[in-house]
């Protein structure tokens, strides 16, 4: 866009010698090449005003489009699918706070769904997380994710439920959890499981089943501290060896930022395939 403008400036300086300096003593262009209202004020005498005020609106439309947009376009790509694994319980709670009172780094969930098709926001979309805690268990199936029990396929086994909930999204395709940072057991990489929903269905109408990942050298830093640490040197799988992170998970990396408190802010976009 900018260039076209410059070209068309360029062509009309020759056939109005003075053009170009004028353009410097009137501030036409700045730094970054961008048109100024007071430039345009300046250039009504001349004729030139419906030019430039034409070339300062397209500038500034396209400017204000790409802040707007409530996706980048290279974060408009279908997130892979990766399996449910065996601790997922239908119909859990609507809440955003889903703590209990567990001991852990604090963590907000920030996610944006997006159809991945045309970048555009899914609103009302269920949004379903699961996690284990600092010690590697999942609510529901205590037993089986401490080895004291049957395994998670046959049901839940228990009523707990932290660190597990569901959010609905807003007009702008987003929601949020308030968490911690998940805890990691024997043969996986630290991950967290999601599961969208369409149409405020908090079970059906499934458009993503996948899982969320952290860089292994925050993840590390992070075990450093209470209550991960005393379990940290322990850790028998990452990112590298893990065979489901493989399987497309470098798409589904979280963005992890401090909150600037002691905890952390991870976000990311899903694109869904909307049917």
Not at 220 to 239: E, G
Not at 266 to 273: D, E, K, P, W, Y
């Amino acid at each position: 866009m900018q260039s076209a403008i410059v070209r068309r400036v360029v062509i009309l300086s020759a056939f109005v010698p003075f053009l170009a300096d004028l353009c410097l003593r009137t501030g036409l262009f700045d730094a970054s090449t961008r048109l100024s209202r007071k430039a345009l004020l300046r250039l009504g005498g001349l004729g030139l005003t419906g030019l430039a005020w034409e070339a300062w609106w397209n500038l500034s439309t396209a400017s204000a489009s790409t802040e707007s947009s409530p996706v980048a376009a290279s974060q408009c790509v279908l997130t892979p699918e990766q399996t449910e694994g065996p601790y997922y319980i239908a119909k859990e709670k609507v809440r955003s706070n889903i703590t209990e009172g567990k001991p852990g780094v604090p963590m907000r969930l920030r996610l944006n769904v997006v159809d991945a098709a045309t970048c555009r926001p899914i609103k009302d979309a269920a949004v379903d997380i699961w996690h284990c805690d600092a010690e590697g268990v999942y609510s529901g199936f205590i037993a089986a994710s401490t080895g004291a029990g049957p395994g998670g396929n046959g049901g839940p086994t228990d009523h707990r439920a932290f660190l597990r909930g569901i959010q609905f999204t807003n007009a702008q395709g987003n929601t949020q959890f308030r968490t911690l940072y998940p805890g990691w057991y024997r043969g996986r990489t630290v991950h967290i499981h999601v599961k969208v929903h369409l149409g405020r269905q908090t079970v059906g109408h499934v458009v993503h089943t996948g899982q969320l990942y952290f860089d292994d050298r925050l993840t590390s830093n992070v075990y450093q501290r209470a209550p991960y640490k005393i379990r940290a040197s322990q850790r028998d799988t990452f990112n590298s060896t893990d065979g489901i992170f493989q399987s497309g998970g470098r798409q589904s990396m979280l963005s992890v930022k401090p909150d600037g408190h002691g905890g952390y802010v991870a976000s990311i976009t899903l694109g869904v395939r909307r049917v």
